[in-house]
């Protein structure tokens, strides 16, 4: 049972448009939401977190979208970068702080 | 400070072997957790560490084992693999509690059984 899905498995963009990544969650005893970007041959690197008090979390062109009656975060990157292409996580935390992941989503962005 | 190493980098087994795999965590952190990563599965959940003692376990099954020293520094063992155990394993150290505390991912051990 996935209860952290991402559903376009790619996207692609072109280079200073947005990119929207979404995220969809079944347990809703997650209370902290993360993004997570992931380069072929490193480990994830984190991006962006936001807590289920907050709808909304920014950091320079990263802004993580959270809705709760949904059940859906998005991750905006604006605008996007050749240097943003690689495969994007979404995760989710409920307490006791075990990390429950979506299946990523690559991103590919055209110069 | 260096980062999450992970060693060995690359591995080849046979199914009914055992293996381990090592973690040593950014210097001062004191939580170590373990990833596998497969393509359809994603990432998940394997054990996490915290001062010796296990904190944390996902749903795998009792062949995954793991341990931490009293340096933080951190082992998975894998008994009795299975062709399906053939994955990226990735391992994690933050400095507390994650995932409230950063984590930092180390490059991964890539398993593979044949």
């Known amino acids: 049972d996935q209860q952290v899905k991402q559903n376009s498995p790619s996207l692609s963009v072109q280079e200073g448009r947005i990119s929207i990544l979404n995220c969809d969650y079944t347990n809703s005893m997650f209370d902290y939401f993360l993004w997570y970007k992931k380069y072929p041959a490193e480990g994830p690197t984190f991006l962006i977190s936001i807590s289920s008090i907050k709808d909304k979390n920014e950091d320079g062109r990263f802004t993580v979208f959270l809705n709760k009656s949904a059940k859906h975060l998005s991750l905006h990157i604006v605008p996007s970068q050749p240097g943003d292409s690689a495969v994007y996580f979404c995760a989710a935390a409920a307490a006791g702080n075990k990390l429950t992941f979506g299946g990523g989503t690559r991103v590919l962005v055209k110069p | 400070k260096a980062g999450v190493t992970q060693t060995p980098r690359y591995l080849i087994k046979t199914r009914g072997q055992q293996v381990t795999l090592s973690c040593s965590p950014i210097s001062g952190h004191r939580s170590v957790s373990w990833y596998q990563q497969t393509p359809g599965q994603g990432l998940q959940f394997l054990f996490e560490?915290?001062?010796?003692?296990?904190?944390n376990k996902g749903n795998f099954p009792g062949r995954f084992s793991g341990r931490q020293f009293s340096n933080s520094r951190s082992e998975m063992n894998v008994s009795t693999l299975e062709l399906g155990d053939s994955a990226l394993y990735l391992c994690a150290s933050s400095l507390q509690t994650p995932p409230r505390d950063t984590q930092y991912f180390g490059p991964g051990t890539r398993l593979t059984v044949l």
């Open positions: 560490y915290f001062s010796e003692t296990q904190r």
